[in-house]
């Protein structure tokens, strides 16, 4: 039995057998009612940290505090990812077959999709120059095709910062609502590109954001993958 083991037994026991077994000494300096363990494990009048502390109170309670045992945490030591850019082709493919608000999308999905769309546009602005009628037909059944998967992507990439896709659904009825009213109502047309064009910033300004880099109510991160 050592001399913690000792003191620890006296003060519950009371025995004066095992109270004259250890030897403690009181430090009187600066009036301090503690007691410290004396022993070959003490260093400079304070417990090897190995050993149990004691210390009596001026309360006549006992404080016993066992040491810490440091342990190094080690740090998690998890597979190491990496968000990265999706190809242009592999958007494309993405853009035309899902036309779902289900999941995320990251900022280059999108803007590949976008750019896509663009050059369409471009192309068929070209068209014009030769065959007008043909070139208009083509743009406007375009547009119609497009408005799904266009309001789906948006949607995705509200998704990926954390946001419903209330938005992309608000824009869509916008640009809509402006077609209709330019052409059959062109004196109502501007009442509707004033909230179209707010609408709109807010929505370029979220395609600009970076995607949240941990997973959300929407889905994981988007475009992530395994380094190791």
């Not at 850019?85 to 993405?94: K, L």
């Not at 896709?165 to 609502?177: M, R, S, Y």
Request: net charge neutral; proline share 8%.
């Amino acid at each position: 039995m050592n001399e913690a083991d000792r003191f620890l037994k006296e003060q519950q026991t009371g025995d004066p057998q095992v109270r004259g077994s250890s030897s403690f000494n009181r430090d009187q300096r600066a009036g301090s009612d503690t007691f410290r363990t004396e022993g070959p494990w003490a260093k400079n009048g304070t417990a090897h940290p190995e050993d149990a502390q004691f210390a009596w109170g001026k309360n006549a309670s006992d404080t016993i505090s066992a040491p810490a045992h440091a342990c190094p945490e080690t740090p998690s030591s998890g597979p190491r990812t990496e968000q990265r850019v999706v190809p242009f082709g592999e958007a494309c493919r993405r853009f035309w077959e899902r036309w779902t608000f289900d999941g995320r999308a990251s900022r280059s999905e999108y803007w590949w999709a976008f750019l896509m769309t663009f050059l369409c546009n471009i192309g068929f602005g070209i068209l014009g120059v030769f065959v007008l009628p043909v070139a208009t037909a083509l743009q406007i059944l375009f547009a119609v095709i497009v408005l799904l998967p266009q309001t789906a992507i948006m949607g995705r990439r509200l998704h990926d910062i954390g946001q419903p896709a209330h938005t992309a659904v608000i824009a869509c009825c916008l640009g809509v609502a402006y077609n209709v009213c330019l052409y059959a109502v062109p004196n109502m047309a501007g009442f509707v590109l004033i909230p179209l064009m707010l609408v709109g910033l807010f929505l370029f300004a979220v395609a600009l954001m970076p995607s949240k880099p941990q997973p959300n109510a929407y889905g994981p991160v988007p475009n992530v993958f395994n380094l190791d």
